[in-house]
T-cell receptor
Framework: DAGVIQSPRHEVTEMGQEVTLRCKPI?????LFWYRQTMMRGLELLIY????????DSGMPEDRFSAKMPNASFSTLKIQPSEPRDSAVYFC??????????FGSGTRLTVV | GENVEQHPSTLSVQEGDSAVIKCTYS??????FPWYKQELGKRPQLIID?????GEKKDQRIAVTLNKTAKHFSLHITETQPEDSAVYFC?????????????FGQGTTLQVKP
């Protein structure tokens, strides 16, 4: 298995632009998580899905952020419009159940 | 709400010494406690985990201890090596329900000096 695959690895965009981050979880994993990592706030859980259904989105910072999981093998995290304070590394992780997270390589987002 | 506190934020040891990182959690229903290692520019990777039905677990040079009464758990690394230098994160989750979400500590930057 190739593990959790995220794209792009790096994204530089201008303030106000729409940004879409993508994630392919490990096949057979029922849980998918989106985390944001910054020096100031560490690893923050944004949202997670179970069997493609969003379970807890209480960590999503504001309405500019949205996430979807149209099927078991694909999820997106969208920021529209983007702001400089959104600059961070965004990690996707998947899990077969209640434990055993595997993280993707992350997307480093820079908003200028 | 759920919270995990991790200490220290930075730790510097000489090669061969031991390193200990401590975490406390607020949710008494938490029963799964993994530790992740993150090297610079890379993804967090699971190195060891413990569930609340055991008090200690060991894997070669690393061990984790859990005190449910006090709501704290610790990572112990013995005979540290330069390649142990990384950021270490503790986490906790309540896996007795459908939720499997992990709440992470703030991380500890471990530096092992050769």
């Amino acid at each position: 298995d190739a593990g959790v695959i995220q794209s792009p690895r790096h994204e530089v965009t201008e303030m106000g632009q729409e940004v879409t981050l993508r994630c392919k979880p490990i096949s057979g994993h029922d849980y998918l998580f989106w985390y944001r990592q910054t020096m100031m706030r560490g690893l923050e859980l944004l949202i997670y899905f179970n069997n493609n259904v969003p379970i807890d989105d209480s960590g999503m910072p504001e309405d500019r952020f949205s996430a979807k999981m149209p099927n078991a093998s694909f999820s997106t995290l969208k920021i529209q419009p983007s702001e400089p304070r959104d600059s961070a590394v965004y990690f996707c992780a998947s899990s077969p159940g209640r434990w055993g997270y595997t993280f993707g390589s992350g997307t480093r987002l820079t908003v200028v | 709400g759920e919270n995990v506190e991790q200490h220290p934020s930075t730790l510097s040891v000489q090669e061969g010494d031991s390193a200990v990182i401590k975490c406390t959690y607020s949710d008494s229903a938490s029963n799964y406690f993994p530790w992740y290692k993150q090297e610079l520019g890379k993804r967090p990777q699971l190195i060891i985990d413990i569930r609340s039905n055991v008090g200690e677990k060991k894997d070669q040079r690393i061990a984790v201890t859990l005190n449910k009464t006090a709501k704290h758990f610790s990572l112990h690394i013995t005979e540290t090596q330069p390649e142990d230098s990384a950021v270490y994160f503790c986490a906790a989750s309540r896996s007795s329900s459908n939720t499997g979400k992990l709440i992470f500590g703030q991380g500890t930057t471990l530096q092992v000096k050769p």
